[in-house]
């Protein structure tokens, strides 16, 4: 049986079944969700066919090659991603012609890889250096390097515009700086400056940074707190008013797929954003129309695929898988909390894809890579370990037979 042959029997199966399960019924919602705009709902489903057939090339290159290869490019996909941010337009993306794509993803499929690689190889460089050694080892200098890379990165993209993208760097540091194996006592201690820092990064750094990012919070904190005669809900609280209420009237069936006027459908009404419901607002489009079961059904097949990832990030050989796979765990974890949490007022509108549903090009394959990293973590989980065999036992020599007396 060759190498290639057997790693393809070695996949993780359940994760595809699970991943593509998603992916088909994201094609779903998508036809539905756009089905007002010029080009109608079909264009844009065949659209997102064709980046799930780009996608599932680099998922399964990504699978079948050892993910030890892929920390040399960390850096340089780091550094080109905060590049192309500084070149970003109103909508946080780069435009090449008739394709465009985000950046800010690329950042943050670098910005892992980077994190991994430096807090894999410190510590050993630091055994190859006696002098230094216990310095590189410290969980201060893990701590310096996931907040430099964290931060940076948090920054430049806040700048830019994206604050959904930006935010998932927070829960993407906290997984590192858990999984890297930093102390309690540093974690703790972190925790309670990021909160002693929370009104300074509210009134000071965020309008510097960002220009609607305080207006938002404003909007989601009165609404949250019922204050609605401080909203404006044909201004700033437009689309946090719309989706939740059309999340809230769904029931439990729905109103049906593709449902017309007549069916009571809000979006078929126009209430729902229709610029953006087939991608940021995707979740409010499948709760009115699939109802709370399909909303259910949603929900429980993505715990299904963060389970089955952390459930590989068990049997990583090394410390650098379980870093790429805690990784990959935070940032569709992050995306999908955020994502549905703005549908129901759990969370500001930010403008946030849903992993694997939403249509968004560069996302979606970007979210097969982190999905195939982590296959290639449970693929390669075996590779480069020393079996220890039991020693063979001694040869018994039968010698010639004695004469019994």
Not at 115 to 136: E, M, Y
Not at 288 to 305: I, V
Request: hydrophobic fraction near 55%; glycine fraction near 10%; aromatic fraction near 10%.
């Amino acid at each position: 049986m060759t190498p290639l042959f057997r790693k393809l029997l070695g996949l993780n199966w359940p994760l595809i079944l699970t991943m593509y399960g998603l992916l088909a019924f994201g094609v779903f919602c998508i036809e539905s969700a756009a089905r007002h705009l010029p080009n109608g709902g079909a264009w844009y489903a065949e659209r997102q066919r064709m980046w799930i057939l780009v996608g599932s090339v680099i998922y399964f290159s990504t699978a079948l090659i050892d993910y030890r290869w892929y920390r040399w490019v960390g850096l340089p996909v780091w550094i080109v991603g905060l590049g192309l941010m500084t070149k970003v337009n109103d909508v946080a993306q780069v435009d090449f012609g008739s394709f465009s794509f985000q950046p800010a993803q690329i950042v943050l499929a670098g910005g892992l890889l980077l994190t991994a690689w430096l807090l894999q190889d410190l510590p050993r460089l630091g055994r190859l250096i006696p002098k230094i050694g216990w310095l590189l080892e410290e969980p201060f200098l893990k701590t310096a390097i996931i907040g430099v890379i964290s931060g940076i990165s948090f920054l430049v993209v806040m700048k830019m515009g994206d604050m959904g993208s930006a935010i998932v760097w927070l829960p993407l540091a906290g997984v590192s700086l858990l999984v890297a194996g930093v102390p309690f006592r540093y974690l703790s201690s972190l925790a309670l400056l990021g909160v002693a820092l929370v009104p300074i990064a509210y009134f000071i750094a965020l309008p510097a940074v960002s220009k609607r990012g305080p207006e938002r919070i404003e909007t989601y904190l009165n609404m949250l707190h019922g204050h609605e005669e401080k909203v404006d809900i044909l201004a700033e609280g437009y689309a946090a008013h719309r989706v939740s209420v059309a999340v809230g009237k769904a029931g439990w069936l729905g109103t049906g797929w593709m449902a017309d006027v007549s069916r009571g459908s809000l979006h078929a009404k126009g209430f729902i954003p229709q610029k953006t419901a087939h991608n940021d607002y995707i979740f409010a489009v499948i709760a009115e129309e699939q109802g709370f079961r399909g909303s259910l059904l949603l929900l429980s097949s993505f715990a299904l695929l963060l389970v089955l990832c952390l459930f590989i990030g068990t049997y990583a050989r090394d410390p650098l898988g379980r870093l790429l796979v805690g990784g990959a765990v935070s940032i569709l974890f992050a995306h999908i909390f955020e994502n549905i949490g703005m549908c129901v007022l759990l969370m500001p509108i930010t403008g946030i894809p849903l992993p694997l549903i939403s249509y968004s090009g560069t996302f979606v394959v970007i979210c097969m890579f982190l999905l195939g990293l982590v296959q290639s973590v449970w693929v390669h989980r075996d590779a480069g370990r020393v079996v220890e065999e039991e020693p063979a036992a001694a040869p018994v020599i039968i010698g010639p037979a004695r004469s019994m007396r």
